[in-house]
């Protein structure tokens, strides 16, 4: 007989075998022994040894921000690839979460990484360090702490944005941002009391000074640009629009003097978003204008009509299909404000609420905030008291935590249930058997 069968009769490589499942069943019941002690840890405060939502909501939250607290503490590191990773995660944190009072005791230590970043960094880290500036003023909103953190920052963004040599994405963002955090301060600053003046005409001026390069040159004739340095005067248009809502309707009629007859001019741009930007900024200075005079057309309101109208009925076929799209849908209401003064009405359903947007300033202000929040502006404008104000929704509403909510766990059972239920009745029909009328 072969000595391997012997070996394993009397026990060698088999019971060696053996031995080592009889070893993995033990660690596998340790492991679930720890994991049954811990769940008893968490019950241990709770009279009916059961773990209530309460609980469960104070646990969720101080996980979040552990990991938000790691995330600012990775910021640090010498890694670029870890402080973009840690950037990544503090961008949607604060863009899915409302934690203003988190943010108000680290504002600080958070802008001073973000200075660094936005400074020693390159490219990505640069752009998601201009977002995350961003979001921590819509976070701060209304607090004082907030135009601390715009005057911190500031110079670097505008540094960032005059320097030709940088990325034009990274300066486009940085356009974004300037604009948006310059709004925020503003909203709700008192400029008479305040520095805000003296960080909201330079940046402007910035602002004007990169999309004029956009502007006809002096024989007449359109520039020709690269689509990245498109993006970015179109970035810088909106910004500059966004803090031409901030405006008095006297101080913009005072604009609307000196930039009324260059703005159309770029109209005649290759660039689909700088079109639209400029069509939407046009809609602004009109709608602010009329405010102080009921009957303003401007210098030659006749050709710019005609030159919005050719614009919404566009179909030239060199033009991109969703481009074309886009806007004839965007002119159209363009259009309607300038030559017949209609107002915009769209509405937003949020929850029980819905938001109201007739007029371009609000349009102008909720495209800004949805650019930097994404998926979270619904959750922000329930519960972001800056965003509330802007849009004149008033206090927050009080949540109603009496309906109970199924768990993930009922959710997918039920859902299976259905599924199952609509398996047997369709096999029934496909039965071969079956009577076909």
């Known amino acids: 007989m072969p000595k391997g069968k012997r ?52 646990i969720a939250t101080d996980d979040f921000e552990d990991k938000l607290k790691e995330a600012i503490e990775g910021l640090l590191q010498k890694s670029a690839r870890a402080r973009i990773a840690s950037l990544e995660v503090m961008r949607k944190s604060l863009s899915s979460r409302f934690m203003c009072s988190f943010i108000q005791e680290r504002w600080f230590s958070v802008c001073d990484a973000m200075e660094r970043c936005l400074k020693r960094g390159k490219g990505e880290e640069q752009i998601l360090g201009a977002v995350v500036a961003s979001l921590i003023c819509a976070q701060m909103g209304r607090e004082d702490e907030c135009e601390k953190v715009l005057e911190h920052l500031h110079p670097t963004l505008l540094a960032l944005l005059l320097d030709t040599t940088v990325q034009p994405q990274v300066r486009a963002q940085c356009a974004t941002s300037l604009g948006l955090c310059c709004f925020i301060v503003g909203s709700h600053t008192d400029s008479r009391r305040s520095n805000f ?119 030239q076929k060199f033009r991109a299909k969703k481009d074309r799209r886009q806007q004839r849908s965007s002119f159209r209401d363009i259009l309607g404000t300038i030559e017949d003064d209609e107002p915009l009405d769209i509405r937003i359903k949020l929850g029980k609420e819905t938001l109201y947007i007739d007029n371009w300033c609000h349009k102008r202000q909720y495209d800004a905030f949805c650019q930097i929040l994404g998926s979270g502006m619904c959750l922000h404008l329930r519960q972001n008291e800056l965003l509330r104000d802007v849009f004149q929704l008033g206090d927050p509403l009080i949540e109603d935590k009496t309906t109970v909510k199924n768990s993930k766990l009922q959710r997918h059972s039920a859902h299976l249930a259905a599924c199952k239920a609509r398996t047997k009745c369709l096999s029934k029909l496909r039965d071969k058997r079956a009577d076909i009328l």
């Not at 101080?251 to 069509?279: E, W």
């Open 7 to 58: 070996k394993s009769k009397s026990g060698g490589p088999l019971r060696h075998k053996q031995d080592q499942n009889f070893a993995s069943e033990e660690e596998s019941l340790a492991d679930n022994s720890s994991v049954v002690s811990n769940l008893s840890e968490l019950r241990i405060d709770s009279d009916d040894d059961t773990v209530t939502e309460a609980d469960e909501d104070v």
């Open 197 to 315: 003046s003296e960080l909201l005409h330079p940046t402007m001026e910035s602002l004007y000074t990169v999309f004029s390069a956009s502007l006809l040159k002096g024989n007449g004739v359109v520039p020709c640009h690269r689509p990245e340095i498109s993006a970015l005067h179109s970035s810088a248009l909106l910004g500059w629009n966004l803090l031409l809502t901030l405006l008095s309707p006297p101080f913009i009629m005072a604009l609307a003097n000196t930039h009324l007859k260059k703005i159309p001019q770029l109209l005649d741009s290759t660039d689909v978003d700088l079109r639209i930007a400029a069509g939407e900024t046009l809609a602004v200075f009109y709608e602010v204008a009329r405010q102080c005079r009921e009957d303003f057309e401007g210098d030659d309101l006749d050709t710019l009509c005609e030159k919005l109208r050719s614009l919404a009925t566009d179909s």
